[in-house]
């Protein structure tokens, strides 16, 4: 059996590449280069055509390609709606319409759109989330029961899924394999995709036990976004390792989105004589690759799968956190029982520079302000009990149910897309001779994927422990913070309070891993009640007696 795997495209703008031949469409080269010509003129965007004619035929099919596979109106009007909101300017009251029209070989860019939504604008100040705003499962011991059970009867029902946002690179960790194969040094050498598989496959056989569920009926389908630079690496990954135990069918890969590069005044910018430079559109690009088909022959896309499953709700993370709580019961819970469309975990914030976003309230809706966006004095603001005012940090851990997925497209006529100030590779257009800038000379468009939260009123922020939940792997090994060692630091005092609050003996300057194939989040663990612990491995009950001092 092969494993599920969506491919929308083999260079990533929804179209198929062929390394020689005439685009999709056309009969002939001249007939494909005239219309598309006539196209990007109009648009203003003919200098792609600048070295056309001193291409080969190979060469000039694959620039047609790629040019038919983007909508290059609709990448103008995304260009002037974002520049607009970067300048803090009211948006129109009117949508600029982006429609859905496909361009020549099928358009397949994200359709993220802008302004803001009705209530609230690029202008609205934040403010401090308000605390009846948020659940807690801090010294809620009787209230995290009860979400658990909530959340763990879905799951059992086989109504809970997961995606994993798993695009990225470990560029700053000195790899440039997908983060999610980063081993973080654990005694057992698990490495980040492993532990996460591991912890979904110790939930599905949790809920069966405890809801009465038959050995193997409970399903929990894994939708796993890469990229292009990490899709083969990653499904390549999870089939030499037998998908960890998982069911092949039950983990879907696909692909995140892409949008050309700019230069600052709107220009697409050429990677090559004979290409568009193109970036992924944000992890917020999830979005419309959910609706995007598993390829050019294929209409089945990852939102038909998951309403085919009749899947209820979804819980959405990124991969490089160490600590995640995949398909959580808890959060999952709290969710359903506050009639939550949308949801988020929160953190309390460090301190007022900590580089991360907060959660607050903007107009009359809630949205994520990252950290730039807050000033000095806003982010060092504090309540009357001395705690910082704008707290709330996201650890990109959210809760959609499927109803709302489907809601998010009508959405997206009023999301902004976010503008990036990159250093972009460019030729330049008289010589043909690279460019590699040392300043941001260009931009790359991007949604996040918190941008929905404007638009419910439903949303649920559930407040966690940031020993318990969040050590995110952002930087390289010796780092001062976010690297291999604190996140193998943190997943193993985890582990160590587990043991301890089970009964254990664990004396200072033991190191006892207990893989997720043992305990999802300290269950289960009577057998180390009043034993001795020494350094070694807990994969399983068997071995108990290898770590007994």
């Not at 499962?137 to 799951?155: K, T």
């Not at 009749?310 to 995640?324: F, K, P, T």
Request: glycine letters at 8%; one cysteine or more.
């Amino acid at each position: 059996m092969t494993s599920a795997v969506l491919t929308p495209a083999a260079n990533g703008l929804g179209i198929k590449q062929k390394p020689y031949g005439t685009p999709n469409g056309f009969a002939d080269l001249d007939k494909a280069a005239s219309h598309l010509r006539a196209l990007y003129t109009s648009a203003g965007q003919e200098h792609v055509f600048h070295f056309y004619d001193s291409l080969s035929p190979p060469e000039q099919a694959a620039l047609l390609t790629q040019l038919g596979s983007i909508d290059i109106n609709r990448v103008n009007r995304i260009y002037r709606n974002a520049v607009a909101a970067d300048q803090a300017i009211t948006p129109p009251t009117h949508t600029i319409p982006l429609d859905d029209t496909l361009a020549v070989g099928g358009n397949m860019i994200g359709r993220s759109r802008s302004p803001s939504p009705t209530g609230s604008s690029p202008l609205d100040e934040a403010q401090p989330l308000p605390q009846a705003a948020v659940a807690s499962i801090i010294d809620s011991p009787a209230e995290a029961s009860r979400w658990r059970g909530i959340g763990l009867q879905a799951v059992a029902d086989n109504q809970v899924a997961v995606l994993l946002m798993a695009g990225g690179q470990g560029t700053r960790l000195g790899s440039a394999l997908p983060k999610g194969m980063y081993d973080i040094s654990l005694p057992s050498g698990m490495s980040l995709f492993e532990i996460q598989a591991t912890r979904i496959r110790r939930l599905q056989s949790v809920a069966e036990k405890e809801c009465g569920k038959p050995v193997g009926s409970v399903k929990i389908k894994w939708y796993v976004m890469t990229s292009g630079p990490t899709r083969e690496a990653t499904v390549d990954f999870f089939e030499k390792r037998n998908f960890f135990g998982l069911s092949r069918d039950n983990v879907i890969f696909f692909e995140q989105g892409t949008l050309p590069a700019l230069s600052d005044d709107g220009k697409l910018l050429l990677s090559s004589k004979s290409s568009v430079a193109v970036a992924p559109d944000g992890n917020g690009g999830l979005y419309a690759a959910l609706r995007r088909p598993y390829s050019p022959h294929s209409s089945r896309t990852v939102l038909s799968d998951i309403k085919d499953n009749n899947i209820q709700y979804i819980h959405a993370y990124c991969v490089d956190n160490c600590l995640v709580k995949v398909a959580d019961p808890v959060f999952i819970g709290a969710c359903i029982a506050r009639h939550a469309a949308a949801g988020a975990k929160v953190v309390r914030k460090l301190e007022p520079t900590e580089s991360v976003g907060v959660l607050a309230k903007k107009g009359d809706a809630y949205a994520v302000v990252e950290y730039s966006e807050l000033s000095k004095e806003k982010a060092a603001m504090r309540t009357d009990d001395g705690n910082l005012a704008f707290w709330a940090a996201n650890i990109v851990s959210h809760f959609w149910t499927t109803s709302f997925l489907e809601t998010v497209e009508a959405m997206e006529a009023k999301m902004p897309f976010h503008i990036a100030r990159k250093k972009i590779p460019t030729i330049d257009l008289d010589t043909g001779a690279p460019i590699k800038p040392d300043s941001p000379n260009g931009m790359k468009l991007e949604m996040f994927v918190f941008d929905v939260f404007p638009y419910t009123r439903s949303l649920c922020a559930l407040e966690v422990l940031r020993a318990e939940e969040f050590s995110p792997l952002k930087n390289a090994p010796g780092s001062k913070a976010d690297c291999p060692e604190t996140s193998r630091r943190d997943i193993l005092a985890q582990q160590k309070r587990w043991l301890i609050a089970a009964g254990a003996e664990v004396p200072d300057g033991v190191e006892i891993e207990v893989t997720p194939n043992v305990t999802y989040a300290g269950e289960g663990l009577d057998f180390v009640k009043g034993k001795k612990l020494k350094s070694g491995v807990l994969n399983s009950e068997s071995d108990l007696a290898s770590v007994l001092a």
